[in-house]
């Protein structure tokens, strides 16, 4: 699977790609959509939702993945925060893509098994889990690393949806007991 992960921003939106197969990861691309800060809001918007638009178009993504906004002391950039975000899932959506909603906690957990990490130790981990030459730049790291935690999450979330899991017991397979995974 190509999966697309977006870290959203108003002023810098992180979008980084990479192949899942298995437990194999491969980067693919990445980069950061700049936004005009002496632009209008709905311009702003615009250039997030036609950016990713190209983005998709480029890079064919099969799965897509989005950081959840958090509410922060400053109200009004939260609100901001979820308009950039808006637009984002909008895109996607345009280009029928189904969208994976993670936290930052999750993302973080799911790269560097600790979801209160530093900035500077998800790039680290992001680098070397997808064997960059150089690190990558914070909103890509970010999006990148989304990616990376819907690689790990999708295929148990799959199992889980199909039932494969429940159903595994009966077949000699694995199955969830209590939350956990056993054979």
């Known amino acids: 699977m190509r999966i697309l992960g977006i870290d959203p921003g108003l002023r810098r939106t992180g979008f980084g790609v990479i192949d899942a197969a298995g437990m194999r990861i491969s980067y693919v691309g990445s980069g950061t959509i700049v936004v005009p800060s002496d632009i209008p809001l709905h311009e702003r918007l615009k250039v997030i939702l036609d950016s990713i638009r190209e983005v998709v178009d480029t890079y064919s993504p099969t799965e897509s993945a989005l950081e959840k906004v958090f509410v922060n002391t ?100 694995s199955r969830l007991r209590a939350g956990r995974l056993i054979d």
């Open 74 to 173: 400053n109200p009004a950039s939260t609100l901001l925060l979820g308009q950039a975000r808006g637009a984002a899932m909008c895109a996607l959506a345009d280009r029928h893509l189904d969208v994976t909603e993670y936290t930052a906690l999750q993302i973080k957990k799911a790269v560097v098994g600790n979801g209160h990490a530093q900035k500077e130790q998800v790039q680290h981990m992001v680098q070397r889990l997808l064997t960059l030459n150089s690190l990558p730049a914070p909103d890509s790291a970010d999006a990148l690393a989304c990616a990376i935690c819907h690689a790990h999450a999708a295929p148990l979330a799959s199992r889980l949806s199909d039932g494969d899991l429940l159903m595994g017991a009966r077949r000699g397979r």
